[in-house]
């Protein structure tokens, strides 16, 4: 496969003259390295996409969501501070919506600790009210609604649900910025094996540069000739490299959505944000080229 | 006529190791042809080498072209390389490059267009007697062939300065009569020739030629027509030839 492509690009690129100024040849384990490398940071960059993606889903989601909870044991009592609470928060124009939760769902929702035969009344369940408040309604507004509430209930209290997935946000969080250094890790490595090839490529072909430079190439016409096939090599790496981590990252997709969790589906990466994962073999490309051509220049700059 | 090239107590050392080339003094005229003579293991390699700048003098002042070249930043070194033409000794084809590409090479380090290096090129492989032998790589090529692909690669871009380290070596003494008058032609030209040989007949077939001879690393010139500022007014060589103005 890499002969295939890779001898077309090279013919086409070798026409060029100054393009033969080093043996064409075989390749070496260069580019391969590269798809590996690019294959595990397209990987890694996917991850830290896939947890940003889920951070800010899970964000929009429970933004502005409220639940005010009732701990009063005397069911009549409670009934009529759900009511009295339920009617001033219906009536507070900062609050968007307002939902009484059936004691039924709580208690189908508390089976698993109580049983299937407790039925409602027969046991004191603290009565929950869920709440959604306006986009950008200041804490202060939220704060004082919870005052009113607390003089309407003394055992009332109002928890933001963001609080809950607080830990779980501080994990993804973390997450997303491993996943973030793995990438530059791996960029870095790019650039450490790249300077190796460079470097071994410099030795090879010294006998070739120093009778170029004696006919009056310049450091510059040298370097680039080095930039452009390690250039040459990285495109392939990175190119086999993204299609089987775009592959892996599809079949990945699929088998996420197949779980039908709304958890796990909110890591899947939208299309929309693909681009963003794709600039990461373009720079490691640049990169590579960068980096080879800095090898190249340094090394000659210790010669005449 | 100007001074193309300057030596001024130039002296060369490899390393810790004692000089090999030590107070070496001359100047050499534009235009001029120079023959350089010695010993094997006397420096005429390393002295080429400094005119090539494929080295710089550990000491002394070097001048080419009218610049000092040894405090020169190597940057500026590709520009003055490219008006000097070098026959290496041991050729320096390079291996996977065909007759052709050897010789457009200097050509196209300077920038040259393709369309206007064919012709040239061509001309010069066919001069030398390597018209049929275009595609063929340096290790298809005899010692001789090689050879004459080494000069026509540093005669292409008709340069200020040439300069050749046993330019006939390997050649018949037909081809190396023939080498020999394309280096007169280019001399007519204005390039100020210099080459090292040991082959007395080649420097008796120049008549008009300075000859430079060197000893253990220090330039023996009994005439000091060659010294740089010059001694004296050119004279009768030591061999009967003309020490005079070249060309």
């Known amino acids: ?304 | 006529m100007s001074n193309i090239i300057e030596f001024e107590n130039i002296g060369l050392r490899y390393g810790a190791d004692a000089e090999v080339l030590a107070d070496v003094s001359f100047s050499l005229a534009a235009g001029g042809f120079y023959f350089l003579t010695g010993a094997s293991g006397a420096g005429k390699t390393s002295l080429l080498k400094l005119l090539y700048l494929a080295q710089r003098p550990t000491r002394g002042v070097l001048k080419l072209f009218g610049e000092d070249v040894v405090m020169m930043h190597r940057s500026r070194l590709p520009g003055f390389r490219r008006r000097i033409g070098v026959v290496f000794q041991d050729f320096r084809l390079v291996p996977h490059l065909s007759a052709y590409d050897n010789v457009a090479l200097p050509l196209r380090v300077s920038g040259m267009d393709e369309q206007e290096i064919a012709g040239p090129v061509e001309e010069m492989l066919s001069w030398v007697g390597l018209g049929d032998r275009f595609d063929a790589l340096p290790a298809s090529l005899s010692g001789g062939e090689q050879q004459r692909m080494a000069i026509a690669r540093a005669v292409i871009g008709r340069p200020d300065i040439l300069v050749a380290d046993e330019p006939t070596g390997n050649v018949d003494p037909e081809m190396a009569k023939r080498l020999l008058g394309l280096f007169e032609a280019l001399n007519r030209l204005g390039t100020t020739i210099v080459i090292a040989t040991h082959d007395l007949p080649l420097i008796s077939r120049i008549p008009h030629a300075q000859l430079m001879r060197l000893d253990r690393g220090r330039l023996v010139d009994p005439t000091g027509s060659l010294r740089f500022p010059p001694r004296k007014a050119p004279a009768q060589g030591p061999e009967g030839r003309s020490l005079g103005k070249p060309g």
């Open chain 1, 1 to 304: 496969m890499m002969e295939a492509g890779e001898d077309t690009l090279m013919r086409r690129i070798a026409k060029a003259p100054q393009n033969r100024w080093l043996p064409e040849g075989r390749r070496g384990p260069m580019p391969w390295i590269i798809a590996i490398i690019m294959f595990l940071t397209l990987l890694s960059g996917a991850a830290g996409l896939g947890l940003a993606h889920a951070l800010v889903q899970t964000r929009a989601q429970l933004a502005g969501g409220y639940t005010v909870q009732i701990v009063e044991a005397g069911a009549k009592l409670r009934a009529a501070q759900v009511a009295k609470i339920a009617a001033l928060l219906k009536q507070d124009p900062n609050v968007q919506q307002v939902s009484v939760v059936p004691e039924d769902r709580l208690l189908k929702q508390l089976e698993p600790w109580i049983g299937q035969d407790v039925r409602a009344g027969e046991l004191p369940v603290p009565a929950l009210i869920d709440l959604s408040v306006s986009p950008g309604v200041p804490a202060r507004d939220v704060d004082a609604l919870g005052k009113k509430i607390a003089q309407m209930a003394s055992t009332a209290r109002v928890d933001a649900h963001g609080a809950y997935l607080a830990p779980i946000e501080k994990l993804m969080r973390t997450m997303m910025w491993l996943a973030a250094g793995l990438v530059i890790l791996m960029i870095l490595v790019t650039g450490a094996v790249v300077t190796l090839a460079a470097r071994s490529a410099h030795e090879t072909h010294r006998g070739t540069i120093d009778i170029m430079h004696l006919l009056g190439a310049t450091d510059i016409q040298i370097a680039r000739l080095f930039q452009r096939r390690i250039a040459l090599d990285a495109i392939f790496g990175g190119m086999v490299g993204t299609i089987a981590a775009v592959f892996m990252l599809w079949l990945l997709g699929r088998n996420l959505a197949a779980t039908g969790s709304e958890l796990t589906g909110l890591a899947i990466i939208p299309w929309q944000w693909m681009p963003a994962l794709l600039l990461i073999p373009i720079f490691a490309v640049l990169v590579a080229a960068v980096t080879a051509r800095l090898t190249v220049k340094h090394a000659l700059e210790r010669s005449l």
